[in-house]
């Protein structure tokens, strides 16, 4: 039997008893009821497995999350309640002693939701959680044995190979090169020190592509990534895989990083040993990293009670290598996860330094708006919380599938090299469908 066809046997068992209402309350005074699943030891299955899953269920939203140490995946759908208050989440995530998916797009805009099923796998344990509303409970109960209904059903992975009709990109070369020169114009005046420039590219292909499977593959392909989607309605996803950690959160514990300076990776092994060498002792990408330490250090100062930031170290990727500094940190007593979120988001490494004169200047100059690319997306809840940075990420609608990739600037930044990165950045997912 399936672990699904399982889950729904179980769930609807769960649901058929008389006393439901009393002994599964999450709290006498509150409005919900949670009907709560274990399996200790959950059979080896692959991590597509959840994705083609999802694309087989048709309540919506679906939320689809795995961290890059990948002891953590959280696949769920529907929402039973959205938050788009920050603090109204977490007091609500506080209050219920439960965890809430969502994140913060690049401009600032919450989303969190309780999903209506929400399906977390650590390591071999898997949990899977229904939520209800006590107050019309009967009508609940039809609705969660709706979607119970279908959630056997598993979709399989599509051979069909999309052809790319046409490309375009917000900003050719020429742009792209105008704003590096004004981005170091503004630092020379010292407007700010440092800000990241992205560039949004649009394929349009001969057939609809699906965000599922696309993930599916790019789960095999970059490794060490986190990997998520996000979906509020069929034929529209934001996936990506991104390599970096805005910050996990575990009690009073903090772990960040910086993530920033780039050099290339590619199927030469000496050179891609060579490039690695440089990265570590490259001043400009030193300074462009450590500008991100500066700005997270600085945010987080008068909310912890002592921080240390380690040495660089490289995190090597499939077509790129990035320095990186891992930062751990204690917060002080009472420290949100709204209060971590609203600090350290968007760092240095996605907006720039300072933060205010760094995205408006991208507002202004980058000529799309980012939404989710550059946000975060990840989980609150009272014991802990994790996010990752959505980098390496792609907005699919229907045929089209629009790719985000950005690159720091700073004042020694070279117009065409910075090019040169954005767009091995962009492979991370061009890589998946560009053959
Ligand atoms: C902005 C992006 O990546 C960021 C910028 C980097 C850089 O400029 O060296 C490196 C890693 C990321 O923090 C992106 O991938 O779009
Ligand atoms: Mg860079």
Known sequence: MSIFTELKQRFITLLSQPNVRQFNCLSDHLDWIKIEIIVEQLES??????????KQQPTFPHFFWQNRSN?????????????????????????????????????GECQFILPRLCIEKNLQKLTACLYLN??????????????????????DETTAKPQIITTNAVNDFDVWQ??????????????????????ATTFIFNQPLSAYDLLAISQRKNLGCY?????????????????????????????TEALAGTATVTSDVEQTDR????????????????LVVDDICEHLEDCVTQINVNSAEIKRLHNVQHLRRKIQA??????????????????????????????????????????????????????????????????????????????????ASDPETEWQEIERKALAMAGLFVA
């Open 178 to 199: 105008n704003n590096i020169q004004q981005a170091i114009d503004k630092i020379k005046q010292q407007e700010f020190r440092k800000v990241v420039l992205a560039n």
């Open 45 to 54: 299955v692959q991590d597509s497995l959840w994705l083609h899953w999802l």
């Open 330 to 411: 204690t917060l002080k007593d009472q420290v949100s996860d709204a209060d971590c979120l609203t600090r350290i988001q968007p760092t240095a490494a996605v907006a720039g330094l300072p933060r205010l004169p760094a995205t408006q200047f991208i507002a202004k100059q980058e000529g799309f708006e980012r939404g989710w690319y550059a946000g975060t997306f990840g989980y609150i809840s009272p014991q802990s919380a994790e996010f990752c940075v959505n980098l390496r990420s792609a907005k699919i609608q229907q045929n089209q599938i629009t790719l985000y990739a950005g690159a720091g600037i700073v004042e």
């Open 71 to 107: 002891n953590l995946l959280l696949a769920a759908i529907g929402a039973v309640k959205t938050f788009s208050h920050l603090e109204c989440a977490e007091q609500f995530s506080q209050q219920l002693g439960i965890k809430l998916v969502g994140g913060l797009k690049f401009e």
């Open 227 to 255: 990997h998520f989607l996000w979906s509020e309605q069929p034929s529209q996803a934001f996936i990506g895989s991104s390599p970096e950690r805005l910050y996990k959160r575990e009690a009073l514990q903090l772990r």
């Open 134 to 155: 006590k107050q019309n409970l009967a009508e609940e109960i039809q609705t969660c044995l709706a979607l119970l209904a279908n959630i056997d059903k598993v979709a």
């Open 275 to 290: 490039n690695r060498l440089w990265l570590l002792s490259d001043q400009k990408n030193i300074y462009e990293n450590q």
